[in-house]
């Protein structure tokens, strides 16, 4: 059997609205990297300033056992990658409501009104929830791990001054001190990584809310895995905090309660559907 041979205008046809969508993505990744370099070059320029804020924790720890806060540099190129590490952090925080922005608007012209409606709630509270998640690991969590690591320091962590030392009694058995001398870069490292795991952790009401508004996950569902998820939030308190059990448990009932509003929030879905379904008539009673 003979096949028509599609003419030349036909195959522009149909190549035409791939390659305008290709323009199109290419113009959003350029704008958002063009708004994420901008904003990473402006954090360089004040990357002092932010490293102070970061530090806040470890030094109000130290503070508090009477000792001076002070990180160390181990390289020395491993102050400039420490400059631009937190170029990098502060660039993406900063052009991230541009970014998700040009996102938008490459996804928003293929959908429907009443899906630009739905979807855009999500796409506010994204990085809502994540400043709330980071906030609470710089302010609540960090706080208690450094102050959990800094308690295994033994042995004098001041040097008394003169008059002190004359008059000091010697101890019977010199101890070996175990003071702290921080690396700068593993500081940061870890303090980062505190951050971007809670805020992470705190996408979980939007991921599921999310889910049950496409229909893949129903509140009946998430509460039946309970004990599951339960199990998984323990996993994740234990890998995500200190060996301390306090921040441990803090972790635990704060996801955990997460979880349990992201049900509630998923039955409020639900609801609206039924209520929308049955005004249109289209409900159809379940007999199971």
Known sequence: MATKTPKPDDLDD??????????ELRTR??????????AMVLCYTVWNPIYNFLTQPICHALEDRGQECGLILLKLQEGFFVAIRISLLGGFVLAFPIIAYQMWRFVAPGLYRNEKAAFLPFLVASPVMF???AAFAFYVILPMAYDFFLGFQQGPLQLPDDAATATAPR???PLAAIVFQGSVDEYLSLTTKFILAFGLSFQLPVLLTLMGRAGLVSAA????VRRYAVLAILVLAAVATPPDVISQVVLFTVVYG???ISIQLVKRIERKREAELRAQGLWVEDDT
């Open 14 to 23: 149909s190549s035409a609205p791939l390659i305008e969508h290709l323009a």
């Open 221 to 224: 569902g998430l509460a039946s």
């Open 131 to 133: 400043l709330i998640g």
């Open 29 to 38: 990744i350029i704008w958002s990297m063009v708004a994420f370099i901008t």
């Open 171 to 173: 101890p019977a058995t």
């Open 258 to 260: 997460l979880y349990e």
